[in-house]
């Protein structure tokens, strides 16, 4: 399916998820880089040693869930915007998403922006919580957005619409 439209299989996306007990610990990131290219900032920018390093520049990320603390580093640092950190912990009806939004205008904190799934259909209103803008001048922001927890596995971004959402 990735090849022919671009967008992972549900079976990948499943397999990048840490399992529920790891996801009720708190923040974690989940990285959806299914394709073996020659990248490793994740790896190399990981303070954690949570991403294995890689034997070949072509790898795969390795991510031990169980090391990631949620930082962001890999997120700030992935030029495929592949990586987002999940904290299912954030409340009990909804789950925080940290992701890169390389789109204009941002966001603003406090405003509400729609949600979309990978088909970059509309599923659901979300609140933006923070926007954050990197120390480095040429890294994309970071979104960190609170959607409904039964949206745990079909988000993956948001729109800013004109009507102010």
């Known amino acids: 399916m990735l090849e022919k439209t671009g967008i992972a299989s549900e079976e990948q996306i499943a397999s990048s998820f840490p399992s529920m ?6 923040p974690v990131a989940v990285i959806e880089c299914f394709q073996r290219i020659p990248c490793n900032p994740c790896a190399t920018s990981c303070k ?7 034997v070949d520049i ?5 991510l031990n869930h169980q090391k990631c603390n949620g930082c962001s580093l890999c997120v700030f640092n992935c030029p495929g915007l592949a990586i987002m ?4 912990t954030y409340s009990e009806t909804q789950v925080s998403f940290k ?3 390389e789109f204009l205008p941002l966001p603003l904190e406090g405003s509400t922006v729609m949600g979309l ?6 599923i659901c209103d979300c609140d933006v919580l923070k926007v954050t803008n990197s120390k480095v001048m ?10 409904d927890k039964k ?15």
């Open 138 to 147: 040429d890294r994309t922001p970071l979104v960190t957005v609170a959607v």
């Open 21 to 26: 007990e790891r996801l009720e610990k708190g």
């Open 85 to 88: 950190v999940v904290d299912y």
């Open 58 to 62: 072509n790898d795969l990320p390795d």
């Open 117 to 122: 799934d990978r088909n970059g259909d509309a």
């Open 151 to 165: 949206h745990l596995m079909t988000f993956r971004n948001i729109k800013v619409v004109q009507d102010g959402r």
């Open 48 to 54: 954690k040693g949570a991403i294995v390093p890689f």
């Open 99 to 101: 992701l890169p939004y």
